[in-house]
């Protein structure tokens, strides 16, 4: 859905417009605020808000109902989007340091949404990899010399006496 920018006077109509929803003229005549605008004036608001796709109409008899089709939440986001964009460079980063500097927003509106919970595990050991190749030519093994038992030499002796 692509959303027009509206002048500051359509944007007070769709004020009261996003707080009705649906609505006839006469509603609207009745909930303005003092000073009420003239009739033909808010009849002009709404058709130049139709045009622009803010609201839709519904002929029933001889007037028109008026339905809002984009909702509040929509166009506060296309207004930061523009806002952003042309203002702060698309970073987020500077919009925060903007509202920072001009105290309209503190740490302490912050903290629920950047509360980190930080969950400490204990690291896995990792043993080191073996070079067995390279220890062997580092740190040649002397060669032992094996003992062998009495009992193992008499049956070496005993095998070569029988070939």
């Keep these: 859905m692509k959303i027009n920018h509206l002048t500051a006077a359509e944007e007070n109509f769709m004020k009261l417009f996003w707080k009705m929803e649906s609505f006839y003229l006469k509603?609207?005549?009745?909930?303005?605020?003092?000073?009420?605008?003239h009739q033909n004036t808010v009849s002009t608001y709404l058709k130049i808000l139709v045009e622009?796709?803010?609201l839709s109409t519904v002929k029933e008899g001889r007037i028109f109902k008026y339905t809002?089709?984009?909702?509040?939440?929509e166009y506060k986001k296309?207004?930061?989007?523009e806002l952003?964009?042309?203002?702060?460079?698309?970073?987020g980063k500077e919009i925060l340091e903007f509202l920072f500097n001009e105290k309209l927003i503190s740490q302490n509106d912050l903290k629920g949404y950047f509360d980190l919970k930080i969950e400490i595990k204990p690291a896995k050991i990792i043993e080191e990899p073996k070079f067995e190749v390279a220890e062997e030519i580092l740190n040649p093994k002397k060669e032992k010399k094996v003992k062998i038992s009495k009992d193992k030499e008499k049956d070496k002796k005993k095998k070569k006496k029988k070939q």
């Design 27 to 37: 509603d609207v005549m009745e909930q303005h605020p003092e000073p009420k605008p």
């Design 52 to 54: 622009k796709g803010y």
């Design 68 to 73: 809002v089709i984009v909702p509040f939440e």
């Design 78 to 81: 296309f207004l930061l989007k």
């Design 84 to 91: 952003s964009h042309n203002f702060f460079n698309d970073s």
